[in-house]
């Protein structure tokens, strides 16, 4: 496990997560969002798509 | 257990196109704060950011501060890791999240991608799932 400088911890809230998970899911009935009406397989390509991109710059730029 | 979800997990949880079975998974997660343990690099950050609209990106910031998961900044990952999974095959994206996932000690990768990590378990010294499958591994203890 690498070690590393890490804020103090605080105590963790999953009832206050949960409210946060349930307050997007209530937006995206109303409103949708960017991915509104894609398949899985188009959003999974998508990210893809996007982090390869940024990622092919990143190492290309050490090697 | 020390579990790292690939950005296609939170986005099926906090976009506009849920997934039942990522859904439940993030709920799992959340019904047993003792158990489950997660870790995030900003790399996954800025796909989700790219994938939901702004009230939700909102959201999901929170939600982490609220389980206090640390963001894990990118550039602390050693880039030999990153590379170790570009010469198996991997994708640079994909190779650094495998990278990622193996510098923090993580149990599990959990993605929806198949066809570049759930689909090649043996390239990885992590176990690698869907939310389904780890779901069906890990079913929820009853009270």
């Known amino acids: 496990m690498p070690r590393m400088a890490r804020p103090k911890s605080r105590r963790p809230d999953p009832k206050k997560a949960l409210e946060c998970l349930r307050r997007a899911q209530e937006r995206n009935r109303r409103y949708g969002g960017p991915t509104k009406g894609m398949t899985e397989e188009e959003i999974i390509a998508s990210v893809k798509e996007k982090r390869n991109a940024r990622w092919e710059a990143k190492f290309a730029a050490r090697t | ?143």
């Open chain 2, 1 to 143: 257990m020390l579990l790292v979800l690939d950005s296609n997990e939170y986005i099926f949880s906090f976009g506009s196109e849920p997934k039942s079975s990522c859904t439940l998974l993030v709920e799992q997660i959340l019904q047993e704060p003792a158990l489950y343990s997660l870790r995030i690099c900003r790399t996954t950050i800025e796909d989700v950011r790219d994938h939901v609209s702004r009230g939700d990106f909102r959201d999901f910031i929170r939600f982490l501060q609220a389980l206090d998961v640390f963001i894990d900044e990118d550039e602390l990952v050693p880039f030999e890791l990153g590379g170790k999974y570009l010469t198996r095959g991997l994708k640079p994206g994909d190779a650094f999240l495998a990278g990622y996932t193996e510098w923090v000690g993580a149990d599990c990768l959990i993605s929806e991608n198949r066809k570049d990590f759930v689909n090649h378990p043996r390239l990885f010294p992590f176990k690698v799932r869907t939310a389904e499958h780890f779901l069906e591994e890990h079913p929820r203890k009853t009270t």
